[in-house]
């Protein structure tokens, strides 16, 4: 049988659901489904977050996928859950699930990867949980989802509880921050070869099925770029701010410019509360009052008094910082010299949260209108 979309899906058509004792393309579990040369993606929709059979239905597409069409034949599926729609009454008794409860929704963003976002996002989580804050921390970043190594959780399996009747995922605790990631639900030894709204889908998942509960900030640590996730962000949720990281460097400097114009265009119009630039200088650690400019020198600076934005930070390139994310326990933990640089950002970011909220409307969600 020739490995085409129509024959992948008669094969998923012989695979039953034991409870309902019918097969699982005619229920209508098979979603995004794409073939791609020797790789197959699809989501597995679930009605709930504890069906008893998802990962014996999971093990079975694979296995059947791969008996029809060879080993070699790579299977990527993805377990969703498809909450069923709400009555008025419902939609109301759950106003208190997801981010409904979320005070601050705050999008850690760049233009380019390797800046450090995931460095700074998750350093600036902690500081705002050590200086007694609710927070949460959401890695958007579906392709390559950092947190849970940088948190020091990988192989953590989040569980879930029923909120006003609603299923809901549990963030796992970690320095006193709540973290969602992709990460949790994937192996982190396989590529994700998924498709937008393979991608897109999983997001809403963790955003909106997240057991978040009252927090006074969602950090959520976005892909590099300007594509599906970012935009699935916007729609999703009322984001009160962005951030955008940088290096000094002029290549990163103007795709942090693009970042800056997706944010502040028409139709989004989410504020950025300023300019992170991160590795702004080298500093050996047995030299620590030298500073030598690797990527340029205040590059983020200018860039901030060009476009009347604030610097909130300027970070360092030091070993220790590289070592918290390996480690699995970020610097801002430490009352160290780089460790209380975050704590600056911080202050300065709270700052400007005040001041964005005091006197700038509060952001709405973005709208597509299709003719």
């Known amino acids: 049988m020739k490995l085409e979309k129509n024959n992948v899906l008669a094969i998923l058509g012989k695979i039953i659901h034991p409870e309902f004792g019918t097969d699982i393309a005619s229920l209508g579990l098979v979603e995004n489904l794409s073939v791609e040369g020797n790789k197959v993606s699809f989501s597995l929709v679930f009605k709930k977050v504890k069906d008893p059979f998802a990962s014996?239905?999971?093990?079975?597409?694979?296995?059947?996928?791969?008996?029809?069409?060879?080993?070699?034949?790579?299977?990527?599926?993805?377990?969703?859950?498809?909450?069923?729609?709400?009555?008025?009454?419902?939609a109301k008794k759950s106003?208190?699930?997801?981010?409904?409860?979320?005070?601050?929704i705050v999008a850690v963003a760049s233009g380019k990867g390797g800046v450090g976002k995931s460095t700074i996002a998750s350093n600036l989580a902690v500081s705002l949980?050590?200086?007694?804050?609710?927070?949460?921390?959401?890695?958007?970043?579906?392709?390559?989802?950092?947190?849970?190594?940088?948190?020091?959780?990988?192989?953590?399996?989040?569980?879930?509880?029923?909120?006003?009747?609603?299923?809901?995922?549990?963030?796992?605790?970690?320095?006193?921050?709540k973290v969602l990631s992709i990460g949790f639900f994937v192996n982190p030894n396989e590529a994700l070869v998924w498709r937008g709204p393979m991608?897109?889908?999983?997001?809403r998942q963790l955003l909106n099925q997240g057991?978040?509960?009252?927090?006074?900030?969602?950090?959520?640590?976005?892909?590099?770029?300007?594509?599906?996730?970012?935009?699935?962000?916007?729609?999703?949720?009322?984001?009160?701010?962005?951030?955008?990281?940088?290096?000094?460097?002029?290549?990163?400097?103007?795709?942090?410019?693009?970042?800056?114009?997706m944010f502040t265009s028409k139709g989004i119009n989410v504020p950025i509360l300023g300019l992170v630039e991160n590795?702004?200088?080298?500093?050996?650690?047995?030299?620590?009052?030298?500073?030598?400019y690797i990527f340029g020198k205040d590059g983020c600076r200018h860039?901030?008094?060009?476009?009347?934005l604030p610097l909130l930070g300027q970070i360092p390139l030091v070993q220790g910082i590289r070592e918290g994310g390996d480690s699995g326990m970020p610097i801002a933990t430490k009352?160290?010299?780089?460790?209380?640089?975050?704590q600056l950002l911080a202050e300065k970011f709270l700052d400007q949260i005040e001041l964005r909220n005091k006197n700038l409307e509060p952001t709405k969600r973005v709208e597509i209108k299709t003719r």
């Open 129 to 177: 949980a050590r200086m007694g804050y609710q927070v949460g921390l959401l890695d958007a970043d579906v392709y390559g989802p950092s947190m849970p190594k940088m948190f020091n959780i990988e192989g953590v399996k989040p569980g879930v509880t029923e909120v006003d009747g609603q299923e809901l995922i549990n963030p796992v605790d970690a320095y006193g921050v």
């Open 95 to 104: 106003a208190t699930s997801g981010i409904q409860q979320v005070k601050n």
């Open 279 to 292: 590795m702004a200088w080298f500093t050996p650690e047995e030299l620590p009052d030298n500073k030598y």
């Open 335 to 342: 009352d160290t010299i780089s460790g209380k640089a975050f």
């Open 211 to 261: 057991n978040w509960g009252e927090l006074d900030f969602l950090i959520l640590d976005l892909p590099p770029g300007t594509g599906d996730i970012h935009l699935t962000i916007v729609q999703e949720a009322a984001v009160t701010g962005a951030i955008i990281v940088s290096t000094p460097q002029e290549v990163a400097l103007a795709d942090a410019v693009k970042g800056i114009s």
């Open 199 to 203: 991608a897109t889908s999983a997001l």
């Open 56 to 90: 014996g239905i999971k093990k079975n597409c694979e296995t059947t996928l791969k008996q029809e069409f060879g080993d070699s034949l790579s299977v990527n599926i993805l377990e969703l859950v498809k909450a069923p729609q709400m009555n008025a009454k419902e």
């Open 303 to 308: 860039l901030a008094e060009r476009m009347k």
